[in-house]
C-alpha cells in the first residue's frame, strides 16, 4: 500500500517508463526501466558537505529507510565558476554543494539470468578537476549497459575551491583534497551496495579520463584502495596535470582570502560564503595565477 502511494506520487515524474525498486541496505531506491535499460539517479553516497562539513572529509550516508529514495531525476553539478567559457546546458539539474551523488545504469532484467552478477564499470568524470559531472548528456549509458550487459555506476565529487582548497597543516586549517575523498567514498559504496542492481562487487574496473584518469591512477597506486576495485582502465595520460606540491596549493589560497575579505587561516569565514560567491572568487585567481601557469590551481 506505500509503495503504491509513493508510485502515485512521483509516476508524474517518471512519464512512461516502468517504476523499479531496488533494496539496498540504506533503504529502498525507486528508479525506473526504459525500453533499453534500468536507471537510477542521484543516490547519495555522503551527507551533504554543506555548512559545518564544507571543507571537511565526507560523512557517509545513513540509512533513510523507511524513506524511499526518488532516483528518478539527475542530481545537481558540483558548483564550478560561472564565468568559465564551458557551457552548463548539458548539465540537466543545475549546481549545487549539495552534489555527493552517483548514477546507475543496469541492463533490463530480462537480458540476464536472474542468478548472475554482472560485471561493473565505475567511471570517474574528467573537467581538469574544475568542471564537469556524472550528470552530463554525454555519459548516459543505456545503449552501453543495453549492448554489453554490464552495469555502469558515475560518481560525483566536489571541485575547484570547494574540493581541494588549502589553508595549512594546523589543526584548524582546511588540508584539501577533499574532492578525492569523496571520490574514495563513492567507490567504497558501490563495493558495498552494486550486488543489489545486480552488479558483481568483485568484478568492478575503476575508469576515468583526463581527471578522471588522474583520479583512476591515484587509486591504483593507493593501498587502501586495492580491496575496492580489481581491475583500472587509464584513458588518457594519468600525469597531464601535475600534482601540485603543498606550497602551490597553499599560495593561490591568500590570493582568495583577499577576495573573499577573510584572514587565509579563518575557516568560519570562508563557510559564511555563498558557495557563488566562493565560485566566482575562485575564477579570478585561476586568470591572476594563470597568467604565469596556464594550468588551473585549486587541484590536487
Known amino acids: 500500500m506505500i509503495l503504491f502511494f509513493i508510485f502515485t506520487i512521483l509516476l508524474p515524474t517518471i512519464s512512461a517508463n516502468e517504476p523499479v525498486v531496488v533494496h539496498t541496505q540504506y533503504g529502498?531506491?525507486?528508479?525506473?526501466?526504459?525500453?533499453?535499460?534500468?536507471?537510477?539517479?542521484?543516490?547519495?553516497?555522503?551527507?551533504p558537505p554543506v555548512g559545518p562539513l564544507r571543507w571537511e572529509a565526507p560523512v557517509p550516508v545513513t540509512r533513510w529507510d523507511p524513506k524511499i529514495i526518488n532516483a528518478t531525476q539527475p542530481p545537481p553539478a558540483c558548483p564550478r565558476p560561472k564565468s568559465t567559457t564551458r557551457s552548463t546546458s548539458s548539465i540537466p539539474s543545475g549546481m549545487s554543494e549539495d552534489c555527493?551523488?552517483?548514477?546507475?545504469?543496469?541492463?533490463?532484467?530480462?537480458?540476464?539470468?536472474?542468478?548472475?552478477?554482472?560485471?561493473?564499470?565505475?567511471?570517474?568524470?574528467?573537467?581538469?578537476?574544475?568542471?564537469?559531472?556524472?550528470?552530463?548528456?554525454?555519459y548516459e549509458c543505456e545503449l552501453l549497459v543495453n549492448n554489453t550487459n554490464i552495469v555502469i555506476a558515475l560518481i560525483q565529487y566536489r571541485l575547484g575551491?570547494?574540493?581541494?582548497?588549502?589553508?595549512g597543516n594546523g589543526p584548524n586549517d582546511i588540508k584539501g583534497n577533499y574532492g578525492i575523498l569523496d571520490q574514495r567514498l563513492a567507490i567504497a559504496w558501490v563495493k558495498n551496495n552494486i550486488n543489489s542492481f545486480g552488479g558483481d562487487p568483485n568484478q568492478i574496473t575503476l575508469f576515468g579520463q583526463s581527471a578522471g584518469a588522474q583520479s583512476t591512477a591515484l587509486h591504483y597506486i593507493t593501498k587502501e584502495m586495492q580491496p575496492y576495485f580489481q581491475r583500472a582502465i587509464i584513458q588518457s595520460s594519468p600525469m597531464t596535470i601535475p600534482f601540485r606540491?603543498?606550497?602551490?596549493?597553499?599560495?593561490?589560497?591568500?590570493?582568495?582570502?583577499?577576495?573573499?575579505?577573510?584572514?587565509?587561516?579563518?575557516?568560519?569565514?570562508?563557510?559564511?560564503?555563498?558557495?557563488?560567491?566562493?565560485?566566482?572568487?575562485?575564477?579570478?585567481?585561476?586568470?591572476?595565477?594563470?597568467?604565469?601557469?596556464?594550468?588551473?590551481?585549486?587541484?590536487?
Open 28 to 47: 529502498d531506491i525507486l528508479g525506473y526501466q526504459t525500453n533499453l535499460s534500468r536507471v537510477f539517479y542521484g543516490i547519495p553516497f555522503a551527507q
Open 100 to 138: 555527493l551523488y552517483l548514477n546507475i545504469f543496469t541492463p533490463l532484467s530480462g537480458n540476464v539470468p536472474s542468478t548472475d552478477l554482472l560485471p561493473v564499470m565505475l567511471f570517474i568524470h574528467g573537467g581538469d578537476f574544475q568542471f564537469g559531472a556524472a550528470t552530463e548528456s554525454i
Open 161 to 167: 575551491v570547494l574540493g581541494f582548497l588549502a589553508t
Open 245 to 300: 606540491t603543498y606550497l602551490e596549493n597553499v599560495t593561490p589560497t591568500v590570493l582568495l582570502a583577499e577576495r573573499l575579505h577573510c584572514p587565509p587561516n579563518n575557516l568560519s569565514c570562508f563557510r559564511d560564503r555563498s558557495a557563488d560567491e566562493i565560485t566566482t572568487a575562485q575564477a579570478i585567481v585561476n586568470k591572476q595565477i594563470t597568467s604565469l601557469n596556464p594550468l588551473f590551481f585549486f587541484e590536487p
